[in-house]
């Protein structure tokens, strides 16, 4: 979540300089605007113009690439001439129309796996994105970020790393998202952050091709997804930690 030019760019240096340390890419991430929010007195962000802007000034400032969701098919074309990455929610990886106009514009598009769906299920989402670039290979990513596990729960089945990978596209593994539990605080989400990077870890190990982290200098005042957010500190740590499985395997 957006929540200012001044936070996106202290939270992007910090990781671009972790990253460039440890020798591995890096993707900014930050949403203008999260339409899936429990309660509608809930933060939604700085909104699509205000937004893209400040991602637009971190893209050029540092010079990494950015990733954020779109919500709607109005939004495509203007999120696609700032993103690099165009990131389908997990609430709408069944939306066609919304998929099949981000492929169009040529940008990589990152589905997230709905936590409804069985992993094998996002066949049907690659091949909606193959249907609208004929051409060409569309530029896909399939993540991973839990499944609903009765109420207010997600579980991970490390099974389902393999078996998008199967697809043939790169898997990301979303930790953060995959602790969250939904609607689990009354008026918001709860979440467990403690096994963010456990996780994380797992995924690894499994064979995810990239992670999703989100991160916070103070996840507690945090606008959005601070029950699941890893403290901005610990990451140094857990990022080696993550070189050194993907070193060992």
Same mark, same amino acid.
């Given at each position: 979540m957006i929540e200012s030019k001044a936070l996106c760019l202290q939270i992007g240096r910090r990781l671009q300089t972790l990253c460039h340390k440890l020798g591995i890419p890096f993707v900014f991430k930050a949403s203008y605007d999260k339409a899936n929010r429990t309660s509608a007195r809930s933060?939604?962000?700085?909104?699509?113009?205000?937004?893209?802007? /400040?991602?637009?000034?971190v893209?050029?400032?540092?010079?990494?690439?950015?990733?954020?969701?779109?919500?709607?098919?109005?939004?495509v074309s203007a999120a696609g001439e700032v993103a690099d990455i165009l990131q389908i929610p997990a609430f709408l990886c069944r939306q066609t129309d919304l998929l099949q106009a981000a492929v169009k514009t040529g940008r990589i598009v990152n589905v997230k796996?709905?936590?409804?769906?069985?992993?094998?299920?996002?066949?049907?989402?690659?091949?909606?994105?193959?249907?609208?670039?004929?051409?060409?290979?569309?530029?896909?990513?399939?993540?991973?970020?839990?499944?609903?596990?009765?109420?207010?729960?997600?579980?991970?089945?490390?099974?389902?790393?393999? /078996?998008?990978?199967?697809?043939?596209?790169?898997?990301?593994?979303d930790a953060t998202h995959s602790v969250q539990l939904p609607g689990g605080a009354g008026d918001h989400s709860g979440g467990q952050?403690?096994?963010?990077?456990?996780?994380a870890r797992s995924a690894v190990v499994a064979g995810a091709d990239g992670l999703f982290i989100e991160t916070h200098p103070d996840p507690d005042h945090a606008l959005s997804d601070g029950p699941n957010l890893i403290p901005l500190a610990q990451m140094p740590q857990l990022l080696a930690q993550l070189v050194r499985l993907k070193e060992a395997l």
């Amino acid at each position: 979540m957006i929540e200012s030019k001044a936070l996106c760019l202290q939270i992007g240096r910090r990781l671009q300089t972790l990253c460039h340390k440890l020798g591995i890419p890096f993707v900014f991430k930050a949403s203008y605007d999260k339409a899936n929010r429990t309660s509608a007195r809930s933060f939604r962000g700085p909104g699509l113009q205000a937004g893209l802007a /400040i991602l637009s000034h971190v893209r050029e400032r540092l010079g990494v690439p950015v990733l954020t969701d779109i919500h709607s098919v109005e939004d495509v074309s203007a999120a696609g001439e700032v993103a690099d990455i165009l990131q389908i929610p997990a609430f709408l990886c069944r939306q066609t129309d919304l998929l099949q106009a981000a492929v169009k514009t040529g940008r990589i598009v990152n589905v997230k796996k709905g936590q409804f769906l069985a992993p094998g299920d996002m066949a049907n989402v690659v091949t909606k994105a193959v249907e609208v670039a004929p051409e060409r290979r569309p530029r896909l990513l399939l993540t991973e970020r839990g499944t609903t596990f009765g109420y207010h729960n997600l579980v991970v089945d490390m099974r389902s790393l393999p /078996i998008m990978s199967a697809l043939g596209y790169p898997v990301v593994f979303d930790a953060t998202h995959s602790v969250q539990l939904p609607g689990g605080a009354g008026d918001h989400s709860g979440g467990q952050r403690e096994f963010a990077p456990v996780l994380a870890r797992s995924a690894v190990v499994a064979g995810a091709d990239g992670l999703f982290i989100e991160t916070h200098p103070d996840p507690d005042h945090a606008l959005s997804d601070g029950p699941n957010l890893i403290p901005l500190a610990q990451m140094p740590q857990l990022l080696a930690q993550l070189v050194r499985l993907k070193e060992a395997l």
